[in-house]
């Protein structure tokens, strides 16, 4: 079956960096665009970016152009979030979703302090 | 800006009926925006129930049912339970820089 499994969030004071990962399973990883959504506490879901199947577009939110990077390894089934210049308000929980479908991870949790 | 509109929140009492639409900023919501609906219960993380307007997965209880109605997306909710008291997102998909659309979702008590 489908599985995502999001990593490496954690705390970060503001103007910090984190990279997330999601390693994926249980379907043809490299047929299908990949999407990184967020949800702030006690907010609702923003969808944050989008990759193409092969990696050749990437699609950002405006709150977070020029400052994240989607990225993908094909050959390890592992869609990346690279956040820099990282903010407050992007304290979230970070799923990362398959296109199609509406496969989503349980997410891994972002905290950026003043 | 794309906007998707959804009902702040709604009530439906234990065993009725209850439609939660989803509406788009840019006209009728077609089987081109591959319409989802996502349900996500406090500390949890959202779970699919509905996508492509109406297909189900195994998990999804018999009582859901996505459509679409007066020119937007519908999940109706027949036979209320307690355990459907939650919050429903809708997503919409697009063509263009913006693929994907959040409505600000429903929060559903069951009372």
């Known amino acids: 079956q489908v599985q995502l499994v999001e990593s490496g969030g954690g705390v970060v004071q503001s103007g910090g960096s984190l990279r997330l990962s999601c390693a994926a399973s249980?379907?043809?990883?490299?047929?299908?665009?990949m999407h990184w959504v967020r949800q702030a506490p006690g907010k609702g879901l923003e969808w944050v970016t989008f990759?193409?199947?092969?990696?050749?577009?990437?699609y950002y939110a405006d709150s977070v152009k020029g400052r994240f990077t989607i990225s993908r390894d094909n050959s390890k089934n592992t869609v990346y979030l690279q956040m820099n210049s990282l903010r407050v308000e992007d304290t979230a929980m970070y799923y990362c979703?398959?296109?199609?479908?509406?496969?989503w991870g349980q997410g891994t949790l972002v905290t950026v302090s003043s | 800006q794309t906007v998707v509109t959804q009902e702040p929140s709604l009530t439906v009492s234990p065993g009725g009926t209850v439609t939660l639409t989803c509406g788009s900023s840019?006209?009728?919501?077609?089987?081109?925006?591959?319409p989802y609906w996502f349900q996500q219960k406090p500390g949890q993380a959202p779970r699919i129930l509905v996508y492509?307007?109406?297909d189900k997965y195994s998990w999804t209880p018999a009582r859901f049912s996505g459509s679409l109605l007066g020119g937007k997306a519908a999940l109706t909710l027949s036979g209320a339970q307690p355990e459907d008291e939650a919050d429903y997102y809708c997503?919409?998909?697009?063509?263009?820089?913006?693929?994907?659309?959040f409505g600000g979702g429903t929060k559903l008590t069951v009372l």
């Open positions: 979703a398959k296109d199609q479908g509406g496969f």
């Open positions: 249980g379907f043809t990883f490299s047929s299908f665009g």
């Open positions: 990759i193409w199947y092969d990696g050749s577009n990437k």
């Open positions: 840019t006209g009728p919501v077609t089987s081109g925006h591959y």
């Open positions: 492509d307007i109406s």
């Open positions: 997503l919409l998909s697009y063509s263009g820089a913006r693929p994907w659309v």
